[in-house]
């Protein structure tokens, strides 16, 4: 049983940071991805970022580039979403997500999913 758990969620002013956090447990896998996605009330889940663990590669959305870094910790079995100059826009529930197969991919296919954590940016 694979289990994924986000924190790190909560009310920020335009302009601040945050940084989220998703343990992984239960069973391992020797390649696997992460990834982060966010959905808006009454919007598509949509991609946000993706690392691949063996090699740290790593994808973002166009909207999140060079103001998110995905990065990990291989002791803690955590991936983080390191998010910078936040915008009313990045108002959201965030997802982490994992997927055995390692592929680096924006599509919501991945295979385990966590509950999500409330990220709210006020203007």
């Known amino acids: 049983q694979v289990q994924l758990v986000e924190s790190g969620g909560g009310l920020v002013q335009a302009g601040g940071s945050l940084r989220l956090s998703c343990v992984l447990s239960?069973?391992?896998?020797?390649?696997?991805?992460m990834g982060w996605f966010r959905q808006a009330p009454g919007l598509e889940r949509e991609f946000v970022a993706a690392?691949?663990?063996?090699?740290?590669?790593?994808l973002y959305a166009d909207s999140v580039k060079g103001r998110f870094t995905i990065s990990k910790d291989n002791a803690k079995n955590t991936v983080y979403l390191e998010m910078n100059s936040l915008k009313p826009g990045d108002t959201a529930v965030y997802y982490c997500?994992?997927?055995?197969?390692?592929?680096?991919?924006?599509?919501?296919?991945?295979?385990?999913w966590g509950q999500g954590t409330q990220v709210t940016v006020s203007s």
């Open positions: 997500a994992a997927d055995p197969s390692g592929r680096l991919t924006a599509a919501p296919t991945y295979t385990y």
């Open positions: 239960g069973r391992t896998f020797r390649y696997f991805a």
């Open positions: 690392l691949r663990w063996n090699d740290g590669n790593t």
